[in-house]
């Protein structure tokens, strides 16, 4: 893993505290679950997201508040995609 490349991840989603995004979480083979959060706080080895609309059959049951650690996006189990 390449340290640079997890601090840079750090750094924009510690930039883009309390801004919504919308988050995908590969759930199994060939099966991502995609919905609007909010990212809360941004630690020094995870972040964790607060769950917006949870309208999708597959979120009815998870909980409101998500946490992940950066290794996740960077080997692109979860992905983060940026409002405007």
Do not use: C
């Amino acid at each position: 893993m390449d340290k640079l490349e997890i601090d840079r991840i750090r750094k924009t989603i510690t930039a883009k505290l309390k801004n919504g995004a919308m988050l995908t979480v590969l759930k199994g083979r060939n099966q991502r679950i995609t919905v609007p959060v909010v990212i809360e706080s941004a630690h020094p080895n995870v972040f964790t997201v607060k769950v917006e609309d949870a309208g999708t059959a597959e979120w009815t049951s998870m909980p409101r508040r998500l946490s992940f650690t950066y290794i996740d996006v960077l080997t692109n189990s979860v992905e983060l995609s940026f409002e405007a």
